[in-house]
């Protein structure tokens, strides 16, 4: 039975498997995850536009200087005349009509939609790292029933060598139980790739080298066990959580911004400029009030020729609002989606898992029987074998049952955004 989930839960959601392992791992992917440094240049990134568009709240100023100098001789002698300048232009456009305004404020927007694009990599990393480290221990789970049950198979071919030499079975018996054997034997290295696949992509995640983690994961741990009665949350919680849906919905309000630019650069832009010049032979004169003039122009500027390309971005800008708030939409179904189909696979594989433990226990005692019968002579060896196979296939598959459960609670809480402060 589902319930609610408060906000500490959410986002520390991997502690409810009390894997102290689990948790280092995660501790540590949210300080050195490569992805995660890639989302926080995002966001320098969207500051460092935001400041540069808010430069254009402020006056332009331009500063200029030269000096020329000139010798002249004659009969009557020579001299050095030379002439100083500097020049200072300020220009200002007043944000009558709001473009400077929204471009800012569109930049605001980006800056938060970056934010959610962080904690939206750190939902998915946690999820990630948890779903691997689940399978990891089922893997783990799985080498060892293997190895358990090839040591009964073993048994049991030791035992059929035995009654065929006594003349009570036959070369097909011993051929068929070797067989049990070997086959089993070749899903080890499978069992054992997989193992040491899914630690180096954990170690990769870690921003660590592959097979760095090899000696701390190596030890077999149990599958963690959790409640039927966690805290998932609900998913009236979700357009408040996921930062993904929160993500789109600043990048509607960004490119809305952005509309509203288009449309004030089809109105008259207005400046004013000063400039100060000073043009004196003396350099050390140069700043005085007699050697100073100045001039204060303002000017309107409005687009004629071009208006039918300032149209074209309005409606440029406004496909892609259309287009930015359809992947809104999209995204908010998605989320919906995803929480009612996790919560739908946890409650039901639940119920499998609970069915197979059962299989699996029965399918123990059966095979015990029709050993203790074939070693009695009671009963033949095709027997013996299907129900040895049938207790391989049914503890492997609780074993995934047990990771199935886990997972689908993982992926619980990745829908409901949880994994982020």
Do not use: C
């Amino acid at each position: 039975m589902a319930r609610p989930a408060d906000e500490a839960t959410l986002a520390h959601w991997w502690t409810v498997f009390n894997d102290p392992v689990l948790t280092s791992l995660e501790e540590r992917a949210l300080k050195a995850n490569l992805d995660l440094r890639t989302a926080l240049s995002s966001i320098d990134q969207a500051r460092a536009n935001r400041l540069s568009a808010s430069g254009s709240y402020l006056p332009s100023v331009n500063i200029s200087g030269s000096s020329t100098g000139n010798r002249t001789s004659n009969w009557s002698g020579g001299g050095l005349t030379a002439s100083n300048s500097a020049q200072l232009q300020a220009s200002w456009e007043p944000d009558f009509f709001g473009a400077i305004r929204k471009n800012v404020a569109s930049n605001d927007a980006s800056i938060q939609a970056a934010q959610e694009g962080l904690r939206n990599t750190m939902v998915t990393l946690t999820a990630e790292l948890a779903t691997d480290y689940i399978n990891l221990r089922s893997y783990q789970a799985q080498l060892a029933v293997t190895q358990a049950n090839l040591v009964k198979y073993r048994e049991t071919y030791e035992m059929t060598l035995e009654k065929r030499r006594s003349g009570l079975a036959a070369d097909l018996d011993v051929a068929q139980a070797l067989e049990t054997v070997q086959s089993t034997e070749a899903t080890v290295p499978v069992l054992e790739t997989s193992i040491e696949q899914t630690m180096s992509a954990m170690a990769i995640l870690l921003a660590l080298r592959p097979g760095a983690l090899d000696a701390e994961l190596a030890a077999s741990k149990p599958i963690p066990v959790v409640s039927a009665e966690v805290a998932v949350g609900i998913p009236a919680d979700l357009l408040r959580r996921r930062p993904d849906v929160k993500q789109a919905e600043r990048q509607v309000a960004a490119q809305s911004l952005q509309v509203g630019v288009a449309k004030a650069n089809l109105y008259p832009t207005f400046a004013l400029t000063a400039t100060f010049l000073t043009s004196v032979e003396n350099l050390l004169n140069v700043f005085s009030p007699a050697a100073i003039g100045s001039t204060v122009a303002g000017s309107v500027e409005q687009a004629i020729f071009n208006r039918r390309a300032l149209h074209a971005k309005v409606k440029l800008q406004n496909a892609l609002l259309d287009q930015y708030e359809i992947s809104y939409d999209s995204t908010l179904l998605g989320a919906v989606k995803d929480v009612e189909n996790s919560l739908y696979a946890f409650g039901k594989d639940q119920v499998k898992r609970k069915s197979l433990a059962e299989a699996a226990d029965s399918a123990e005692q059966a095979a015990e029987m029709s050993r203790d019968l074939y070693a009695s002579g009671l009963q033949g060896f095709l027997t013996v074998e299907d129900s040895e196979r049938t207790v391989l296939s049914a503890q492997n598959g609780l074993v995934q049952a047990d990771a199935t459960v886990d997972t689908d609670l993982i992926a619980l809480y990745k829908a409901m955004g949880g994994g982020w402060k």
